[in-house]
């Protein structure tokens, strides 16, 4: 009975592991998108905001559109529409609009963010590929 207490303990570390280094992975990648984020802020051109972002989109100056996780499914279906139709890249933000608005350096929520110009940043070349 020892064993089967030590082999259960061991799944349950092995388990736990592995949790730790996926939630790693996804926190390194979020790193990554906030510091290129905060480039854009700094070198490039954007709107914020779901009217803006659909009217940048239908001119056709957006290059990236972000997106937050708790936006809801019929206004982020329709931005993906129109961006499918534009031929436009969308990235799912893995944090909520309190994040996207934290990570645009802004002190309210973001929604959903619209990228014309990365400036200096290389984040249009790195999100279609994630």
């Known amino acids: 009975s020892t064993q089967s207490t030590g082999k259960q ?20 990648a979020m790193e990554s998108i906030n510091s290129r984020l905060a480039l854009v802020m700094k070198s490039g051109k954007f709107t914020i905001g779901y009217r803006s972002t659909l009217k940048s989109i239908r001119q056709g100056k957006s290059k990236l559109i972000i997106i937050a996780n708790n936006t809801p499914a019929l206004r982020k279906s329709e931005i ?3 961006c499918m139709l534009a031929k436009v890249g969308v990235h799912h933000y893995s944090g909520n609009n309190i994040d996207l608005g934290t990570a645009c350096g802004k002190y309210f929520r973001v929604g959903c963010l619209c990228i014309t110009d990365p400036g200096d940043s290389d984040i249009i070349r790195s999100m279609p590929s994630e």
Do not use: F, P
């Not at 949790?19 to 992975?25: D, G």
């Open 9 to 28: 303990w061991y799944q349950r570390r092995v388990r736990g592991i592995a949790k730790m280094v996926a939630s790693k992975k996804t926190k390194k």
């Open 80 to 82: 993906e529409y129109y």
